[in-house]
């Protein structure tokens, strides 16, 4: 589920629509989570589909570590990539803001943490990284790992409004990794393993 202080809103042609902050949101705050509405689809379901279904699968799904395609019931589906995104994903099938967000401002992830099937040119934004690469999380987990632990330890002191989703021992880590009793497992946990 996105963060309830979001909307669906036409970007620009390029692009398509996207996800917009309706408010501020801070650094550390929850943006989505995984949650029992949202659907998988093992390889083996999505070879057997029709190609139309397979297609929007591929639009609009990331895939986790598994190899199952999860498709995001709400606007969560709509969250655009950006090489300089606001929002990391976590080994907890959650995400957060690694930075302020601020009122109209998209939520962007880097779709090199989502197990891509196949290689894509992103929007040119100044960067150094021009493509996503389907082993992006094997090269770049030691720098996502650090811009998320930036921000861990604001969970548990910010407005969460999505706190109700996440399970209390879970929550409890959260809170053990924020204090330093605990470390914070990689994001390299969500690296797919394609089988040859």
């Not at 895939?63 to 976590?90: A, E, I, M, P, Q």
């Not at 009793?181 to 394609?194: A, F, R």
Request: overall charge negative; glycine content about 6%; charged content about 25%.
């Amino acid at each position: 589920m996105i963060h309830p202080k979001t909307e669906l809103k036409f970007i620009n042609k390029e692009i398509g629509y996207g996800v917009v902050a309706t408010e501020f949101i801070p650094a550390g705050t929850i943006t989505w989570v995984l949650d029992q509405l949202d659907r998988d689809f093992s390889p083996e379901a999505f070879n057997a589909m029709d190609p139309i279904y397979k297609t929007i699968l591929d639009t609009y799904s990331y895939r986790n570590n598994k190899g199952n395609f999860v498709l995001c019931w709400d606007n969560g589906r709509f969250v655009n990539h950006s090489f300089n995104s606001n929002c990391f994903t976590t080994a907890y099938d959650f995400e957060i803001a690694i930075r302020d967000i601020q009122p109209g401002e998209q939520l962007t992830d880097d779709y090199g943490y989502l197990n891509i099937t196949e290689p894509f040119e992103g929007v040119d934004e100044g960067t150094e990284r021009r493509i996503v690469y389907p082993d992006d999380l094997l090269n770049f987990h030691k720098i996502w790992d650090q811009q998320i632990l930036n921000v861990f330890g604001k969970i548990p002191f910010n407005e969460q409004p999505l706190r109700v989703l996440i399970k209390d021992d879970l929550w409890n880590k959260i809170e053990r990794i924020a204090s330093g009793k605990e470390e914070m497992d990689s994001i390299l946990n969500n690296y797919y393993i394609e089988k040859t």
